[in-house]
């Protein structure tokens, strides 16, 4: 019943915040806040699923920027709990096709989003070319999930290399933001669903890498982030289990 109850309220939710949120984005179309402004609001939606939401962003990050974001993509519920960590002035890449989402799409399109088409190789590597006019002549930061897809809990996926190009090619940092794992933790039909853990870690600079050198960069973020979500998960479970004993969260 209660699972129910919660996927009504996302259901209209995601309604009306696609229809509003798009009417207000035709009085300001494409504007560099509008990403963030409701990706906030659609993170706010973490308190129906009985998460309780913790995010860390050192003050390097937020007085800093432009910067590359690389985050873990984990499953649906990333909507609801990781787009609360977007600072201002960060647009997302996302797929072309969530354009014609009904309602979320349209918002997510006249919020400034880049859209890339996957499926033509060609246009993927201009997106590239977007991503590093955004970041040096637009003042724009980018937010990339590098393992191109959700892991549904399957650990942190190897890296595509598009954001790291884009962060080599306009000589900004990249920003790993590692979440804790919400895998088998949101349970609709359970009232209580635990902590979840957003950590922005410092800026890795990119000066001294080239293109060649991708990789290099690629496994000192994934090595990074890697670490840093075990440790949240160790966090997170010390937690529930000094709340409720020695019952899992999972």
Known sequence: MLAAIRLIILGVFVVLAGVLGSLFC?????????????????????RLLGVELEIRVPEMVKNGGPFVYVANHQNSWDIFTLSRSLLPGTV????KSLKWVPFFGQLYW???NILIDRTNSNRAHG???KTIDALKNKNLSIWLFPE????????LLPFK?????????????????????THK??????????????????????????RDRVRDLIGTVYGQMEAEIT????????????????KSLR
């Open 127 to 129: 997106t590239i070319g």
């Open 231 to 246: 440790k949240l998960d160790h966090e997170v479970q010390e937690a529930w289990e000094l709340k409720h004993g020695t």
């Open 26 to 46: 035709l009085l300001r179309p494409f504007h560099r806040n509008n990403t963030q402004l409701f990706a906030h609001i659609f993170g706010r939606m973490h």
């Open 110 to 112: 006249l919020s400034g």
């Open 161 to 181: 290399t598009g954001a790291f190009h884009s962060a080599i090619g306009a000589q900004v940092p990249v920003v790993p933001v590692c979440m804790s794992t």
């Open 92 to 95: 997302t890449v996302g797929k």
């Open 148 to 155: 191109g897809t959700r892991n549904y809990g399957r650990g």
């Open 185 to 210: 933790q949101v349970k609709l039909n359970r009232w209580n669903n635990g902590k979840v853990i957003i950590e922005m870690l410092p800026p890795i600079a990119t000066e001294g890498f080239s």
